[in-house]
């Protein structure tokens, strides 16, 4: 069964914390994804990567760093915590263009 | 520019009919839908690439037109099962990732 797993279902950090949100994939996928999901905005980008050591920006990168240093292991930063980054954050993976995403379970972040 | 789905919420009873619909003002080469329930991740549903075909599987299917930007996500004899936030992501064929709307809440009443 294929599967995405993610480090936390919930964390709660303080502003001005660095928080790591680690993602973990067992398909070989080549691409792997960061998401945020708010009420009433969807699903909005942060970054991807293609491959091992390579990423872009999607559309919400400002305050956020990645890290893909092994194929299955995709790795979102929060350099400094700050409250408007209190959000639910999937990660997700996929074969190369237009194939199918398999989404994480999500870490429900709080940042006070 | 996220791509703008229509309705935002649809109440339904068992055993009707939904359309979703999701618009682009890009153009498009691909349009995937995805639907999640309440505290689970989204679940892939079906892709439609370039070319205007038709989907379907089970009672969901989807189309694609390409003239329009816009892709349809046709729910027949709706099932309980099918309560959920539907989501189309799109891709405009130059780029890896997708762009998602925002989400249309189906729920669906005994």
């Known amino acids: 069964d294929v599967k995405v797993t993610q480090s936390s279902r919930y964390l709660v950090k303080r502003t001005g914390e660095k928080v790591f949100l680690e993602c973990v994939q067992d398909m070989d996928h080549e691409n792997m994804f960061w998401y945020r999901q708010d009420p009433g905005l969807g699903l909005r980008l942060i970054y991807f990567s293609y491959d091992v050591k390579m990423k872009e920006k999607g559309d919400i990168p400002e305050g956020y760093s990645v890290s893909r240093e092994k194929k299955e292991r995709f790795s979102l930063i929060l350099e400094s915590a700050s409250t408007n980054q209190t959000s639910m954050y999937l990660c997700a993976s996929s074969r190369r263009q237009n194939n199918e995403q398999f989404f994480g379970p999500g870490t429900r972040l709080t940042v006070l | 520019q996220q791509p703008v789905q229509s309705p935002q919420a649809v109440i339904l009873r068992e055993g009707e009919d939904a359309v979703i619909n999701c618009s682009s003002s890009k153009a498009l080469y691909s349009v995937h839908w995805y639907r999640q329930k309440h505290g689970e991740a989204p679940v892939f549903l079906m892709i439609?690439?370039?070319?205007?075909e038709q989907k379907g599987h089970d009672k969901i299917s989807a189309s694609f037109n390409e003239k329009k930007q816009q892709s349809s996500l046709y729910l027949t004899a709706s099932q309980l099962s099918y309560s959920g936030t539907y989501f189309c992501g799109t891709g405009d064929g130059s780029a890896r990732q997708l762009t998602f709307g925002s989400g249309t809440q189906l729920t669906v009443l005994p």
């Open positions: 439609l690439l370039k070319g205007g």
